[in-house]
């Protein structure tokens, strides 16, 4: 399996643990009933849940981005060192956004620049893929 | 085609019925007037989810649901299959979770306590075994 792969791999299993992130840090907020249940009058998560549950949407949208250029990059054989640089660069931003963001680290623009480490990875890769 | 690869086009035509299912009481309930507007929370007074029925909102809720279980199960039938790993293992796991994803949705529709979330674990842990496999 080419390293590119491995990497999406590993970033669903960052999204994976994202995602039960946002399940234990909501579950202490609206209790397991309200949680388990329909969810109907389920009210606005908010402090550090509010933060993972914002960092989960975030990263899904990562992921729906990042998974299409790896992908095209398979079919069509077009793996260089440079892809594998920038989906190293792109799982490294991802997984320092998630700390970053859940415990708001007070510094000026961190969240933001590392968002876009990723962000800018991924164009990379879809530039490639051209 | 691997089985994972039939069970993920079986799991997006799945997303396309949940469209429906919601798409379609929501029109008859807040008519085409709201629903084909910019929907503006000024216009309309909030947001256009919240003035859905109980039993729509959560089919919305589902339908959005399943689109963050899609992309993941998605990468995981893919790079299963490109790897050369798909094996009896993970066409099980793949069968598994589009059977999850089937009955969350009446599961979600009438409320079934605690019965959502252990369908939606089982999908959950699905895709996750799969994206293990692929690196182990």
């Known amino acids: 399996m080419s390293s590119e792969l491995s990497i999406l791999a590993l970033y669903g299993l960052l999204v994976v643990l994202t995602v039960l992130l946002n399940v234990l840090t909501a579950l202490p907020q609206v209790g397991l009933m309200t949680l388990g249940g329909p969810r109907d009058d389920m009210p606005p998560l908010t402090g550090l849940a509010g933060r993972v549950a ?14 299409p250029a790896v992908l095209i990059l398979s079919a069509k054989g077009a793996f260089t060192a440079g892809t594998l640089f920038a989906a190293q660069i792109f799982l490294i931003a991802r997984i320092a956004f998630v700390p970053i963001y859940a415990f708001a680290i007070p510094v000026p623009f961190l969240r ?19 | 085609m691997t089985p994972e690869l ?76 490109l790897s050369g790993q798909a094996d009896g293992f993970t066409a099980l796991c793949a069968w598994a979770y589009l059977l999850a994803r089937v009955v969350y949705i009446p599961a979600y529709y009438y409320g079934l306590k605690p019965w959502r979330s252990v369908v939606w674990f089982i999908g959950f842990l699905a895709t996750t075994f799969m994206l293990l496999a692929t690196l182990l």
Not at chain 1, 56 to 63: E, G, K, T, W, Y
Not at chain 2, 18 to 45: H, V, Y
Request: aromatic residues 8%; contains cysteine; proline residues 2%.
């Open chain 2, 6 to 81: 039939v069970a993920l086009t079986l799991a997006a035509l799945l997303q396309v019925i949940q469209f429906a299912l919601m798409a379609i009481p929501a029109n008859i309930e807040l008519g085409p007037g709201k629903t084909m507007s910019a929907r503006d929370r000024s216009r309309l007074g909030g947001s256009l989810e919240d003035q859905l029925s109980d039993g729509t909102a959560r089919l919305y809720r589902a339908m959005n649901n399943h689109f963050e279980g899609l992309i993941l199960f998605a990468i995981a039938c893919i790079v299963v299959t």
């Open chain 1, 54 to 67: 914002r960092t989960l949407d975030n990263s899904v949208v990562a992921m729906a981005l990042f998974a």
């Open chain 1, 112 to 130: 933001t620049l590392v968002w876009l480490a990723g962000f800018l990875a991924t164009v990379y890769l879809y530039l490639m893929a051209l």
